[in-house]
């Protein structure tokens, strides 16, 4: 169950479970800000998501997804915004890959 209150806090406690890289969305893959390594929808996984709701403001909805890839022996995570405020080419990839999962 998640228990964190704040997306800074469940970042970090994501780290400390080995979770180190910053991915961002490239097109339709992933690539990470410490590696070189471009991830495709089918060489990682989504191991946890995490939904974060602002306390007044809308605009502070956010979604973090805890990922993994076998492949490369790399964890990480991405930040999406949520609702209006969420990043639709995001949104497709993440869609991809819960197709692929049987």
Same mark, same amino acid.
């Given at each position: 169950m998640h228990t964190l209150p704040t997306l800074s806090q469940t970042l970090a406690q994501l780290k400390k479970a080995g979770y180190t890289e910053d991915f961002n969305l490239h097109g339709d893959y992933l690539a990470g800000q410490r590696s070189a390594i471009r991830l495709a929808p089918s060489e990682f996984v989504v191991d946890q998501h995490f939904r974060f709701e602002g306390p007044s403001d809308p605009a502070d909805e956010a979604v973090l997804y805890a990922i993994s890839s076998a492949r490369? !022996? %790399?964890?990480?995570? =991405?930040? !999406?915004?949520?609702?209006?405020?969420?990043?639709?080419?995001?949104?497709? %990839? =993440?869609?991809?890959? #819960? #197709? #692929?999962?049987?």
């Open positions: 490369f !022996n %790399l964890k990480g995570t =991405l930040v !999406n915004g949520y609702g209006t405020s969420s990043d639709e080419a995001t949104d497709r %990839l =993440l869609r991809a890959i #819960q #197709q #692929q999962t049987p």
